[in-house]
Structure formats: C-alpha cells, structure tokens
C-alpha cells in the first residue's frame, strides 16, 4: 500500500483506563510501527471545570493530557481526542447532576425498551439547550488541550435518538435523518469556531444518507468496517448491504479514514480495499481493552505499520515478521502469528455452556477444538520464556481450548440426561478434572498479566468473565452428580439467520393442554456467521406440550426451519399444524417439513426499522401444533 498521509491507531480509555505509563508506552509502539497519528477514545475520560464529577482515578487530569501531549509530540505523533456529545455518553449520564439531559429521561420507551425498563441512560437529547451548552463547554475546555485541528465527535450508534417530547416532533414531522443532521450541523459549527476539524464515525450515515449532501465537505468520515470482505465491505447495521463506499466519498470530496479492528482479516481485507481508492488515512481501532487481559494489542499495531508504513504485502510472513519483533525466537513468532491468524485475540468474550440451551454443530466442535489444541502446544513449547506477548495468546488459546472442552461435556450430559446415549460418568468426571486443572492455569494466568499491566485498577468485565467461566464449570461438576437418564427433555429449534447484525430478540414458549405454558427461552440467538444452526434446549420432562410458540422483536427478522421435542418414555413431538400467527410472518407452513426452507419473522428491512423506532415493539409470531411422530 503507498504510505498515506495519516496512519493511526486508537487506544480505548473509556471502556477501561490505563494508568499513565501503559499509555505512553501505546505511543512507543505507535511510533516505532511507523504510525503518526494516536486516537484517544475518551468519552468523560477527562476532569475539567465543566465536568468535575469523576472520582479520582476514574478520569484523567488536565495535566496528564498535556503530559500525554508533550510526549507524544516527541514521537511525532499527533493526538486526536474523541469526545461523543450525543451518543456513547452513558460515562456522563451516570451522574445524578446531568441526567435530565438524558433522552430517555424519565424512562420513557426507547428504541429497544419499554417505558419503565431503561436501567442506564445512554445518549443525551441533543434538543435541549442543557445539553448543548454543557457540551459546548466541555468540548471546548477538551479542545484546548490538543493541539492538532481534529477534533473527533462520535457519532456512531445514536440508538436512541428521536424519542422525548423535543425530539419526537422533529422526527414525526421531518424524519430521523434531519434531526441527526441538524444535531451533526450544531456540533460542527461549534467545533468549528475553535478551529477544529470535525471527525465521526460514518456508521449512522447508513440511516440518514439522505442528508450526505447537507453536510460540510471537510467533516472527515472514519469509515469502520471489522469484518472479512471480499470485493466491497458490508453496512453495519442495514442487513449488510455491500457498496462501494469509498468510491462514493471520493465522488463526493469528503476527506475519509478507512478504519479496521484489531483482528488481522479486518486490517488485510480493508486495507486492500482501501488502496484502490484515495483516503486520507487508515486507522486501526482497538476497542474494550476491558475485555483483554494484555493491556495493548501489540501485534496487531505491528502488523498495521508493516503494510501502511512500509508497504508489506499482507501475509502470514509479514504477520510472522511482526511477531518477530516482540516474541524470543522465531518459533515463537510462528506461534503467535498462527494464533492470531485464527482471530483468537486474547479477550474476554468467549462463550461458554449452560444447561438450559446450547449450539448443536458437533463437527465445528472438534474442528475449532483440535485447532486450539494445535496452537496450545505451539505456544505451550515456548512459553517458559517471559515474553509477555506469548503469555498473552497462550492465555489466549487456553481459555478457546477450555471452552470447547465445556462445551463437549455439556453436550453429551445433556444427551445423557434425555436418555438419547449411555455415558461413562467416571470418564466424564475424569474430564471435567481435566477442565478444573486447566481452569486454574487459565485464572491464575488472567490475574497475573492483569495485574502487570493494570495493578489497581478494578474492571467489571474481567470480573464478570471470569465468574462465568467459573459458574459454567461448578453448574456442570454439580450436574454430573446426579445425573440420570430421564431428567429433562429437549427441544431442538433449526434456525435461518441471514443478517448476522439483526438485533431481534426471539421468545420460545411451550404450551401444555392444560393451559398452562414454560418459557424455554429469550434472548437473541446467532451462531458466528452461519446462515443455519442447530439449538438445543433443555425443557421439563415430566409434562407433555401441546404446541410451541415462537416470537421475534426488535430490529430486524429471524427465521426457523423446524423444530422437534424429545422426552423420555414419549418419544418424539413434530409439528402437525400452524394454529396462528400474527404480525410480520412469512409462510409459517413451511415449518411443518424438516427442511431449509424457512419461516420468517420480523421486517427483514432494517433501514425501514431503524428510521421507524416503533416498528422495533412489534412483535411477529406464531404458533404450531405439536403431536407423537
């Protein structure tokens, strides 16, 4: 790729602050990378005049910037702050003295809650002269402690924006899109008369790009995409639509960053986009440090420098080439860049089993488990070292490897427990110590690079992580106790989920002829990005359903194939009939045939949706019949 203008890489201090050395050493790594441009993510990350409501240690002092500032312009870095004055300001609405800025405030209805349920508030009203002058204030007091002219306000994900008294008007008479225009058009002329150059994030843009024309030419749009592309990125939140954005701005005159995410196929495949078109920059964002247990993604902001700063063909020998430079010995590198080539980025989001429901795919299963058991003995040969980028993604690689191994355990008691297979329970005791002993490597490792980074600082997620795996682990040791065939019954629900970004949220209702009904479940049930997966669930055995409701709300459709009911000494229970549907629901008889073709609930047009915010409440069911196979 030719050498661009701006190379930047973000640092998320929001979601989780860093002490004050672990931030300078970010700049070290940007430098050296041959990036020149920083991107603090702070949303309230800041104490200042306006905002004086942080308790110590929870924001950053006006000196600590200017410190920030100092060395990094040392580097040759420059520093971009992103405050967001509409959205993603939850840090700020936290505090008891701005919460009547809030949109929701009151805890009226929102885009994905009814009246009464907002438990946080998220956005501010960009109506009320309140919020603007707060902000105005605040961004100003921001402004001037950053000396470059960029200036970046967010505005990216303003979920609930159009919904008080004020806002609602605006949007009843005129459409979304204008209030969100008018709110961006307020800001930049703010920021404007500061001498800053206004930055967002362009994903909003996909709902209101009927105002793209209105907007000021020199508004620099930091276009994210995080996924594997082929020929043209995807929308974000618009079922994923492919276009050809950059062309787009390049025919309009916006100036434009191409932003990635750490994950090594978002820097490959955007990167070779990007280099057919003409952006001001390319960007790699690197979000929830919360959610990692090294403090910075060291590899990733390597592996960006050699391909935008040196013009490295993108590979896994240039990845290799990047491990190189922060790992002992080559194989080392090896393993870490193999690794990382399997996205499995150190963090603390994996999934663990419960007993209520699970995926049914038994050939992923081993495939995505022998791939972790592979590189857990690559990185195992070399991780005596005190290489803390080995630790990193050997940590890992175990927790991948222990989560897999619950999820095989979980399987085959829950088979066990119907009555389906005969089990070895010794032998599968003996797997669940296998799972102890590993869990105890896997905590012990967590708290030790934690505490290496981020000694003293608390973090809910690692927190709310790490109960978790410990929970799915006790949850199963308790259960193979007492174990029997014949304790629970399931229920398997084929589904068709060909927009991955829905945000629709499913209720599965089993009803009995007595009247009386079990919710087996509610939540929002995705599978990676496979268009059909198999669920399985855990229901009641001692009481023989008459039929199964299935329900879909919020943003977007989801569909089902079939579904299928297993208890023991009854047999198995198929659809017979659909007896009723209502809202949006396509060909509901098609659920009746253990097939691929599939039953859809919900509006499938997300754009239509997410401009139209009541549509989101609706909910679109139906209900089939259930008798003996």
């Not at 209520?356 to 299963?365: P, V």
Request: negative net charge; contains cysteine.
């Amino acid at each position: 790729m030719k050498k661009l203008q701006y190379r930047a890489v973000q640092i998320d201090l929001a979601r989780q602050i860093e002490h004050m050395d672990v931030v300078l050493k970010y700049f070290d790594l940007a430098a050296e990378a041959g990036m020149n441009m920083v991107i603090l993510y702070l949303e309230d990350r800041i104490r200042t005049k306006t905002y004086p409501y942080p308790p110590e240690g929870e924001a950053y002092s006006e000196d600590q910037i200017r410190e920030m500032v100092a060395y990094a312009d040392k580097l040759g870095l420059e520093l971009v702050p992103v405050v967001s004055p509409i959205g993603h300001t939850e840090r700020f609405l936290r505090f008891p003295e701005l919460q009547h800025m809030a949109e929701l405030r009151g805890n009226i209805a929102g885009r994905f809650t009814k009246a009464g349920e907002v438990k946080a508030y998220g956005e501010m009203c960009p109506k009320l002269p309140e919020t603007q002058a707060f902000m105005d204030a605040y961004m100003a007091e921001v402004a001037a402690l950053f000396p470059s002219k960029y200036f970046h306000i967010g505005f990216d994900e303003i979920f609930n924006m159009g919904f008080c008294e004020h806002c609602k008007k605006v949007v009843d008479e005129e459409g979304l899109p204008i209030l969100f225009r008018d709110t961006l058009l307020y800001f930049y002329n703010t920021l404007k008369k500061l001498g800053k150059t206004v930055m967002i994030w362009d994903d909003m843009l996909e709902h209101c790009d009927s105002i793209i024309n209105d907007l000021p030419r020199d508004i620099v749009m930091c276009a994210w995409f995080y996924r594997f592309y082929q020929r043209y990125p995807e929308a974000r939140f618009t079922t994923s639509r492919r276009y050809d954005l950059f062309k787009k701005f390049d025919r309009l005159g916006f100036p434009y960053f191409a932003c990635t995410n750490i994950q090594i196929k978002s820097i490959d495949t955007l990167t070779g986009y990007a280099e057919k078109y003409e952006p001001l920059g390319m960007m790699m964002t690197n979000w929830e440090l919360a959610t990692q247990t090294n403090a910075v993604s060291e590899l990733s902001v390597r592996y960006a420098g050699l391909l935008w700063n040196q013009g490295k063909r993108a590979g896994f020998e240039t990845l290799t080439e990047a491990a190189a430079q922060m790992t002992a010995s080559p194989a080392a590198a090896k393993a870490v860049a193999a690794a990382a080539t399997h996205s499995m980025v150190n963090r603390y989001n994996i999934s663990v089993p419960n007993l209520k429901s699970m995926e049914l795919n038994r050939y992923e299963l081993l495939k995505e488990e022998s791939t972790a058991a592979a590189l857990e003995e690559m990185l195992k040969d070399v991780s005596e070292a005190d290489d803390d980028c080995v630790q990193c993604y050997y940590a890992s690689v175990l927790q991948w490897r222990y989560a897999y191994m619950l999820r095989s355990i979980a399987y085959d008691l829950h088979q066990y427990r119907v009555g389906e297979v005969d089990l070895d329970m010794d032998e599968l005791r003996a797997r669940l110590a296998e799972a102890r002993k590993k869990w105890e490597v896997i905590l012990e490792m967590n708290l030790k690079l934690w505490d290496k980074a981020r000694k003293g600082i608390p973090s809910v997620r690692k927190d709310r992580f790490l109960e978790g795996c410990e929970k799915s682990l006790e949850e199963l040791e308790e259960a193979a106790k007492t174990a029997a065939p014949g304790q629970i019954g399931r229920l398997d629900i084929h589904f068709s989920l060909p927009e991955y970004t829905a945000a629709c949220k499913t209720s599965i209702t089993l009803l009995y002829p007595d009247g009386t009904s079990y919710e087996v479940g509610h939540g929002t049930y995705k599978a990676d990005r496979n268009v059909y997966f198999d669920r399985t669930f855990a229901i009641p055995a001692d009481k023989v359903p008459c039929a199964l409701n299935l329900e879909v709300s919020g943003v977007g459709a989801s569909g089902f194939c079939y579904a299928d009911v297993i208890l023991p000494g009854v047999g198995r229970l198929i659809p017979s009939a659909v007896t009723r549907s209502y809202g949006w629901v396509e060909n509901p008889e098609y659920m009746l045939i253990d097939d691929f073709t599939s039953t859809v609930c919900g509006n499938p047009e997300m754009l239509r949706m997410n401009l139209i915010a009541e549509l989101a409440h609706i909910p679109h069911g139906f209900t089939v019949a259930l008798e003996k196979e």
